[in-house]
């Protein structure tokens, strides 16, 4: 707000005006063109699937065999993260 007053003060009301136009052009030039176009619906239920689907893959390609862990270290390391 005194940003607004220090600028009306220095320039008068009239920029004030002026610089709302010129952030309104600027907002609709921002525009994509896509406001008419109809969104496909799609439920909760098969985007979370989607996102399921994509996390369990990621996982998989994630996990692998470390060579050389006996069950102590692994217990170790198990405990290690549960702190995180």
Not at 52 to 66: H, K, N
């Amino acid at each position: 707000m005194s940003k607004l007053r220090c600028h009306i003060e220095n320039f008068g009301e009239e920029k004030i005006i002026d610089l709302v136009r010129y952030s309104r052009q600027q907002r609709s030039l921002k525009r994509t063109g896509t406001d008419d176009v109809e969104m496909d619906k799609v439920t909760t239920r098969e985007i979370l699937a989607e996102h399921y689907d994509q996390g369990r893959s990621y996982i998989e390609r994630l996990q692998a065999t470390i060579p050389g862990i006996t069950a102590r270290k692994s217990a170790a390391i198990r405990t290690q993260l549960r702190l995180l």
